[in-house]
């Protein structure tokens, strides 16, 4: 059974920083792709970050130049570093993959960009 467990989530000021790490077990992580979405408060559920299996990586545009994803495959997990971060990047952030015809999710973490 595939897992994916996230942390890092936090509060952090505005122009502030935060890395969120997802963990990933039940499956051979190094050879999917894995996905970083966001739901913010009565919005719906976005598309922030995506790295193949390979490394390619791409970005939502309210996220280019201030958003990283990475992931090491030998610890099974995927991060996202949050830089200059903004208010509107409040939301809950969830790590996803898809592993054949079955989507998997995370139970998601929440950050916070408030002063």
């Known amino acids: 059974q595939v897992q994916l467990v996230e942390s890092g989530g936090g509060l952090v000021q505005p122009g502030g920083s935060l890395r969120v790490s997802c963990a990933a077990s039940?499956?051979?992580?190094?050879?999917?792709?894995m996905n970083w979405y966001r739901q913010a408060p009565g919005k719906q559920r976005e598309l922030v970050a995506i790295i193949t299996s390979s490394g390619g990586t791409n970005y939502a545009d309210s996220v280019k130049g201030r958003f990283t994803i990475s992931r090491d495959n030998a610890k099974n997990s995927v991060y996202l570093q949050m830089n200059s971060l903004k208010p509107e990047d409040t939301a809950v952030y969830y790590c996803?993959?898809?592993?054949?015809?079955?989507?998997?999710w995370g139970q998601g973490t929440q950050v916070t960009v408030s002063s």
């Open positions: 996803n993959t898809r592993v054949g015809w079955k989507v998997y």
């Open positions: 039940g499956l051979t992580f190094s050879g999917y792709a």
